[in-house]
């Protein structure tokens, strides 16, 4: 969904309006996060956010799955599979399913590790233990009361930070603010801390505050080089990608919003086509957007023209985030009685 623009502080009225409605969803959305989970019967490190809409979670996931590889564990992915059909839990093969089948996120995490889809988050837990996975690196479902989690980190954009601080529908917040970071452990800021998270973050105690940033990569960035380009993405913040490659010095000349997670229709794909080659310009999107769109026969004359600009979550001080992953990670172990 895109998100309206008062969510950002720019219109108090309709925020205004709504606040007894966000009052209802967050004392509801609170209560729930309380619930206690069912146990995987091995550690869960949970990467979620606080508000609607991406922050970059799956990036981070990858990463931690990275540390734990590392670090000699066997990490598996677990995701609810937004935007697939299947139900699960089912693991996720990406030589046979497309983000019609199991999404578009564990299609990325597919390629790293072990990754299981399921609506279920505990069958998925269980069925992610099945695949071998030590320990499960679940992407999204902070607010899921239903697996219990060993330790959750919070993912926030720094150039977005929460918004006008209020619950849906009045902001973007998932549940009250105070009601979700007394629940986490540790907060990523990726990017600059425009908003004062990093103070928000000091006001709770034992609450740890990591930094990061997604770096595109290079031999992407290379490739586009010396090309104006029409670049196009459905993601959560469409416009930070198109700041990313002017930022790398890539001349960004048209570009294309779509809706997190967009299906994108014939029209729109003939339309991006003919666009570049009336303007005679490269094109270029995310990983994430060709994932969407790999295994539609529709979209094959798109993604021939399209590269991709993947990019990595670089945490500042990564050994001490990588410290203290693996000692709350030991602790969870010790208290099954587990070889961590």
């Known amino acids: 969904m895109r ?9 108090t009225l309709l925020s205004t309006v709504l606040t007894p409605a966000a009052a209802l969803y967050g004392a509801i959305a609170g209560r729930r996060m309380a619930r206690p989970g069912r146990s995987a019967g091995l550690p869960v490190i949970c990467i979620g956010n606080l508000t609607l809409g991406g922050a ?16 000699g564990h066997r990490p598996g992915f677990l995701s609810r599979g937004y935007g697939g059909r299947l139900a699960g839990p089912v693991a996720v093969d990406p030589r046979t399913h497309t983000a019609a089948d199991v999404g578009d996120e564990p299609l990325l995490l597919a390629r790293a590790a072990s990754t299981v889809v399921a609506r279920d988050r505990v069958a998925g837990a269980r069925a992610a233990r099945d695949t ?5 690196v679940m992407d999204d479902g902070f607010q899921n009361p239903s697996l219990e989690k060993n330790l959750s980190v919070i993912v926030v954009d720094g150039a977005r930070g929460i918004g006008n601080g209020r619950v849906f529908p009045a902001g973007p ?3 009250s603010l105070a009601a979700q970071l007394e629940r986490a452990q540790a907060v990523l800021l990726i990017g600059e801390d425009r908003h004062g998270m990093a103070a928000r973050v ?40 198109f700041d990313t ?16 997670h967009h299906r994108f229709t014939a029209a729109e794909m003939a339309d991006l086509l003919a666009r570049a080659q009336r303007a005679g310009l490269a094109l270029v999107s995310t990983e994430k957007d060709l994932a969407r769109l790999a295994g539609d026969p529709a979209a094959a004359p798109l993604m021939a023209r ?7 979550l670089e945490v500042e001080a990564q050994d001490a985030f990588a410290a203290f992953l693996r000692q709350r990670l030991a602790a969870a172990c010790a208290a099954r009685g587990l070889s961590p």
């Open 3 to 11: 998100e309206p623009a008062f969510w950002s502080g720019s219109d």
């Open 56 to 71: 970059g979670k799956t990036p981070t996931a990858l990463a931690v799955g990275r540390i734990l590889a590392d670090a």
């Open 132 to 136: 071998g996975a030590d320990v499960i």
């Open 173 to 175: 917040l998932r549940a």
């Open 202 to 241: 000091a006001a709770v105690p034992g609450l740890r505050l990591f930094r990061g940033a997604l770096a595109p990569d290079a031999a992407a960035l290379a490739g586009l080089a010396g090309k104006p380009v029409l670049a196009y993405a459905g993601i959560g913040d469409p416009s930070k990608f």
């Open 245 to 260: 490659l002017r930022a790398a010095g890539i001349a960004v000349a048209d570009t294309a919003a779509f809706p997190d």
């Open 306 to 312: 399209t590269a991709a600009l993947p990019v990595r």
